[in-house]
């Protein structure tokens, strides 16, 4: 079956680091663009970035564009979310996402297979 597994989360202060990687097993790594969304208490889970199929597309919302990088490692089945100055509204449970239309698709209800997610939290 499926597995998407995330690890890297972790307590952090604001403006610091956080690597988080997510390694996918049973599934054609390379027929799925990957990638990450979170969700934070109460809120709806929400959309943070895309990567296509070959690392050449990469998207990002507009609340983490310019301080997230998304990559992947097809050799590996891995994926990976460098967040850098990080802030307290950053403070979520992350997610891996695999969908073979996640260029478009920017919806959690689309989307086939989710990780357990990892919990990042920034503090003030």
């Known amino acids: 079956q499926v597995q998407l597994v995330e690890s890297g989360g972790g307590l952090v202060q604001a403006g610091g680091t956080l690597r988080l990687s997510c390694v996918a097993s049973?599934?054609?790594?390379?027929?799925?663009?990957m990638g990450w969304f979170r969700q934070a208490p109460g809120k709806e889970r929400e959309f943070v970035a895309v990567v296509g199929l070959d690392a050449a597309f990469t998207d990002y919302a507009d609340s983490v564009k310019g301080r997230f990088a998304i990559s992947r490692d097809n050799a590996k089945n891995m994926v990976y979310l460098q967040m850098n100055s990080l802030k307290p509204e950053d403070t979520a449970v992350y997610y891996c996402?695999?969908?073979?239309?996640?260029?478009?698709?920017?919806?959690?209800?689309?989307?086939?297979?989710w990780g357990q997610g990892t919990q990042v939290t920034v503090s003030s």
């Open positions: 996402a695999a969908d073979p239309s996640l260029d478009v698709v920017r919806t959690a209800s689309g989307v086939d297979y």
């Open positions: 049973g599934l054609t790594f390379t027929n799925y663009r």
